[in-house]
């Protein structure tokens, strides 16, 4: 009997003794695990404190964030050509529709027409700065190679640092200088018209351009760039549809 207790309580001390074990483990474990949260604040802090710049780099699932030397820098992701000539030929699509958008203060008071105006010159003279600092930050000429080297001067377009010449390499939808011409002369129901057509035509070309971006191999992989393309497309698109709605209802059949 007294042997049959002895066994029971040996059993009873190992088990315990196993128990606490591995609740010492358990517990160091834990220890260590809230304790990399604790390190990366401390050291983020000690950092701050030596008034430098704090990177860091979280990890990957169940690891720990890592903290990078101050002097990390950030580098961009590769570009194509396709992206640059992208966003060079649309700076001169949005550069005439801003033109265009100008011309409605002196040819008509259609209340409507002058709103859908002032979003459209506001929205893509603010895109235009977009592209040419994503252009500069990456190096590249904000101009189209060929509009440099055959000397264009861009009248009309309105553009500070812009060039083009009288016969202007259009982009897809670009009102030809015989349909601007037109439409500078307009006045009132006939500029109305003349514009609405124009500037769906215009809406189209940006279409095209973002479709072809898209078409294209290694393009429209840059982030910045995709946002931006896919944006003036569902943004184009609408304008579309509110532009055909105003011919339908504004202006008389014929």
Known sequence: MKSFCFKA???QSVMGGRAWRCGLVAASTLAGLFSLPVCAQQAEQQQADRGTPVVVQPGAPGQPTRILPPSTRATLPPRSSADVQFMQGMIMHHAQAVEMTALIESSTQNKELRLLGARISHSQSEEIKFMKRWLE?????VEMPMAKTSGMDMSGMNMPGMKISSQPMLMPGMLTPKQMDALRKAKGAEFDQL???GMIQHHNGALIMVKDLFDTAGAGQDAELFNFATDVDSGQRAEIRIM????GTA????
Request: no cysteine; hydrophobic share 35%; net charge positive.
């Open 9 to 11: 309580q040996r059993k």
């Open 137 to 141: 930050a990456r190096g590249a000429p």
């Open 195 to 197: 514009f609405l057509t």
């Open 244 to 247: 055909q709605n105003m011919l």
């Open 251 to 254: 202006l008389p059949e014929k």
